[in-house]
């Protein structure tokens, strides 16, 4: 499973490997290892702070099993409704289809070996316990490592309660931490003390050491317990490490600047990883000027209340679980979150418009993983949205703004509720708002893209509709245009062809030029194609292709590759479909744009058995199998699309015999996704192994020489677009 994602993942899945700062924890890192073994669902309880999260992680790195470990982490997860979600996002798993984020779940999981761990799980119990209970019953080869404050309470779940370390590693510890910071924490008394007072909690012992830089460890002592003494009179219901672990957290608050309190308790508003420039535009003001954000996220990172990470996106910060929600509540007491959680959504809709129209540009690329990275703080600018009456047509607008991930980088069924959800709230007094009717083409062209088509032609009537009578000429050509679209997949080309030449005469009128106008010149390619005309079809693609270079568009590109790539094909010209074919699979893969990726592997295959190479055809046209249930019905049922796949198989069929090319294909059918890219672009160190031949002489085939009634020639015919 390591082939889903797309920057390439390690041995251990997406388990983070950043694990040298592990100190301690020897017997229970043995013990937590037996019960894994032993258990095929271990949850590790304990308080906040106490260290769940790294033992996991360092327990899981140890894991041996076949398809690696995964981690999912579920802290900024609100809604229990997207637990299923964040667990697909985790896998790296795109699915065009219908099915609920469960069903595609079991079926990836089903045959494989793995450890998923379910990081952050007590404000989400019965969700994810009801998850890991479908799937450990229908995936034999599922191991479920779980960390949160609380048991799931399921059936054969193993507790592995973590206590706080023991005197001698606290101490280390802290020493360790202290040596990081070039400090030294005193004499063996003072930090026996220190540690004692604070009572071996690893998140508080962290916080003493960030004071380091600026107290003497017998400073840091005095103040803690004269803190202790002064905060220890809260909740007496709370378990002592809790109270011991707030009055830490308190403590360190206390000591903070005014303005640090400040950005602490704003900060809070964010859901995962945040960039300085969000931090400043959200956090600032009303006492804290935007010009001192970056000095006080500072003194903050330097006290462990901050963490730094690099990710694809560029350096991003974020707060600990139980340093947010101290910080949440004094925001709270503020009185000042509402304004905090408007000025979090703003800001998240100037990047989600940002990011749509940076698509069309050379930073594509950088676009589709700055999303990625800032989807946990987008949803939550969505549920704010949704939540309020009055704010429902930004939500409308902004699940709309991000048509580009739920349709190029593969959440199709993450886009659809969201969508959904947005078009259904408060539809009469939005219809023929400009945001709903967006939401609703977008809709449609995710339900396309599903197979979904009924519902796409009703929501696309309706969009029209609405449109026509409030004069929104924008969203009747986009209407028009994926009206078009669905006829094109159901093999309906002279209406195909009919309404998207109109959508992009629309499109000329009011100057719209971007991704989807360039993908309706490709669709309306493929209708020329499938009706006899290639050439016609090769002249809008290559239109296509040179405005995309100029525009450094890469995702539309890689669908004018493909109709170019088959047009080469047809005429004889097998080297140059491939430099074509691997340009567009490059991309489409990139993206994570599913029916991109399968469509060409496909186109590959076909390529492949004009090389003489039936064995590898084969092969790839099984890892294509594998993929299209992920996708919806092979090649949409359409005659057209299935074209070049009949005769790739029958020519391979012919030359191998049925036995051997069903060999083959199922060698193919069992590379992960990752693993048929590779072998498709023959990149080095991609499987190239071909299952023996059996002992038992290959069968002949039925002849089947002829191409198909709908295989295209130069001169006529049809093409897969």
């Not at 080869?141 to 507790?159: C, D």
């Not at 830089?213 to 003494?229: A, C, I, M, T, Y």
């Not at 409030?470 to 309404?499: F, I, K, Q, W």
Request: aromatic residues 6%; negative net charge; glycine residues 10%.
């Amino acid at each position: 499973m390591r082939d889903q994602r797309p920057d390439g993942a390690s041995p251990h899945g997406n388990l983070p490997l950043e694990l040298d700062a592990f100190v301690g924890r020897t017997a229970e890192l043995a013990g937590l290892g037996r019960a894994l073994e032993d258990s095929r669902l271990v949850t590790v309880t304990g308080t906040g702070g106490v260290g769940k999260s790294r033992l996991a992680a360092r327990a899981a790195a140890r894991s041996a099993l076949r398809d690696g470990v995964w981690r999912a982490e579920l802290a900024p997860v609100r809604d229990p409704g997207f637990v299923d979600y964040a667990v697909v996002e985790a896998l790296g798993l795109t699915d065009h289809t219908t099915r609920l984020p469960r069903e595609t779940l079991l079926m990836h999981l089903a045959e494989r070996e793995l450890l998923l761990v379910l990081d952050g799980v007590e404000h989400l119990v019965d969700a994810c316990a009801a998850l890991v209970t479908d799937l450990l019953g229908r995936a034999p080869g599922l191991r479920v490592l779980a960390v949160g404050r609380r048991p799931l309470g399921v059936s054969g779940e193993r507790l592995f309660p973590l206590a706080p370390l023991g005197e001698d590693e606290a101490v280390e510890l802290l020493t360790v931490r202290a040596a990081q910071r070039n400090r030294a924490c005193g004499g063996d008394g003072v930090a026996r003390e220190l540690c004692r007072r604070l009572d071996g909690v690893p998140l508080a012992i962290e916080l003493a050491a960030g004071r380091l830089d600026v107290l003497s460890p017998g400073q840091v002592l005095e103040r803690l317990d004269d803190r202790f003494r002064l905060l220890t009179g809260g909740d007496r219901s709370a378990p002592p490490r809790h109270r011991t672990l707030r009055t830490a957290i308190g403590w360190s608050h206390e000591l903070c600047t005014p303005q640090e309190r400040l950005l602490w308790a704003r900060l809070s508003v964010f859901a995962g990883r945040f960039d300085l420039e969000a931090a400043e535009y959200v956090c600032s003001g009303n006492g804290l000027p935007a010009g001192d954000v970056l000095d006080v996220l500072s003194a903050l990172l330097a006290q462990s209340l901050l963490t730094r990470e690099d990710t694809p996106a560029g350096v991003r910060y974020r707060m600990l679980d139980t340093v947010r929600a101290y910080g949440a509540d004094w925001l709270a007491a503020t009185g000042d979150a509402a304004r905090l959680r408007r000025r979090h959504r703003d800001w998240y809709l100037g990047l989600a418009t940002w990011c749509e129209l940076e698509w069309f540009s050379p930073r594509q690329r950088e676009v589709a993983a700055r999303v990625d990275v800032e989807l946990p703080n987008l949803r939550g600018a969505l549920e704010y949205c949704l939540a309020e009456p009055e704010e429902v047509h930004l939500g409308q607008y902004l699940a709309g703004s991000l048509w580009f991930h739920w349709v190029g980088c593969g959440r199709l069924s993450e886009g659809r509720r969201w969508l959904e959800q947005a078009v259904g709230l408060d539809a009469e007094r939005t219809a023929g708002d400009r945001s709903r009717l967006k939401a609703l083409w977008v809709l449609a062209y995710v339900a396309i893209l599903q197979g979904d088509t009924v519902p796409a032609l009703a929501m696309l009537q309706e969009c029209r509709e609405q449109a026509e009578r409030s004069r929104n000429a924008t969203a009747v050509a986009y209407a028009e245009h994926r009206t078009g679209c669905l006829a094109l997949v159901s093999d309906d080309m002279p209406r195909a062809e009919a309404l998207l030449r109109s959508a992009l005469r629309r499109y000329r009128e009011i100057g719209e030029l971007n991704s989807n106008v360039l993908m309706g010149q490709v669709e309306l390619a493929m209708t020329r194609a499938f009706q006899g005309d290639l050439p016609d079809a090769v002249r809008l693609c290559e239109d296509v292709r040179r405005v995309c270079e100029d525009h450094g568009e890469r995702w539309v590109r890689a669908y004018a590759l493909y109709v170019l790539a088959y047009a080469a094909w047809s005429d004889g010209d097998t080297a140059g479909a491939r430099r074509l074919l691997t340009d567009c699979l490059d991309s489409a893969h990139g993206f994570r744009d599913l029916l991109g990726t399968v469509l060409a592997v496909e186109l590959l295959a076909l390529v492949t058995v004009a090389e003489d190479d039936a064995e590898e055809a084969a092969v790839l046209q099984g890892a294509a199998g594998r993929m299209w249930p992920s996708v919806g019905l092979p090649l949409f049922g359409s005659a057209h699309y299935n074209a070049p796949h009949e005769l790739c198989e029958a020519t391979a069929r012919e030359r191998l015999g049925d036995e051997r090319y069903e060999q083959c294909a199922g060698h193919g059918a069992r590379l992960d996704r990752g693993e048929a890219v590779s072998r498709a672009l023959r990149r080095p160190g991609a499987p190239v192994s071909l299952p023996a031949p059996r002992q038992a002489g290959r069968r002949a085939a039925s002849a089947r020489t002829a191409k198909p009634a709908a295989s295209p020639t130069r001169r006529g015919g049809e093409t897969a677009g």
